[in-house]
């Protein structure tokens, strides 16, 4: 009988650094099996309402996502099912036309800020990570990122960090801290905690072979 895939959760707040963890141990075993699960992709479907409303939504808040279909796919790939990924479209803050085909693999990387915050995802994965970074080092890496990545200026970002992604980082992401298996400070920088991490996926991935 085949082995369930292997399912490695990481979280932290925008900006930690926890793309950067996940890209560093998927990178270390590119050539293997194993894929990355990007919550962000997984943003509601706003097509019915107008630009000027899609711009209203709070895309820190756990409502803000479509995790049944998350959970749906999620289950899918332990299942060894291939699915099709949404695509999110951030300059229309609607999901795009698009889809990406996904096989399944041994190992699932799941990678998003509210991840933890399910007990329905919780429950699918067998590592918690929580990458923990500094709030200044956040907002500075966030601002950097949307003013070049998303065509955000750059009073919109701190307006944003200020009244949304701040306030609902304290309600919502930082609570879920307690559930980690394992503590990342400092993010992607971690060199130590990122080979601690590589040396466990390997491990998983030989007993699976």
Do not use: C, W
């Not at 899918?76 to 300059?91: A, G, H, N, S």
């Amino acid at each position: 009988m085949q082995n369930k895939p292997i399912v490695v959760g990481v979280t932290g707040g925008s900006g930690s650094g926890k793309t950067s963890v996940s890209k560093a141990i998927y990178d270390h075993f590119t050539g293997h099996s194993i894929l990355m699960l990007e919550q962000d992709f997984y943003y509601k479907d706003q097509a019915e309402m107008a630009f000027e409303e899609r711009l209203e939504t709070n895309y820190d808040h756990p409502l803000a996502f479509d995790t049944d279909l998350l959970i749906r796919h999620l289950k899918q790939l332990l299942r060894y099912e291939p699915i099709d990924k949404p695509v999110y479209d951030y300059e229309l803050y609607t999901r795009s036309s698009e889809i990406i085909h996904q096989e399944p693999k041994e190992v699932i990387i799941l990678e998003g800020i509210l991840i933890l915050e399910d007990p329905r995802l919780r429950d699918l994965m067998d590592i918690k990570v929580y990458v923990d970074t500094d709030d200044d080092i956040r907002i500075l890496r966030r601002m950097v990122r949307d003013v070049n990545e998303r065509g955000r200026t750059m009073e919109s970002v701190i307006e944003q960090y200020l009244t949304v992604v701040k306030p609902m980082y304290q309600k919502f992401i930082e609570p879920t801290k307690k559930y980690a298996d394992i503590i990342i400070p400092e993010g992607g920088e971690n060199k130590v905690a990122i080979d601690l991490m590589t040396t466990k996926v390997a491990t998983i991935l030989e007993a699976h072979l």
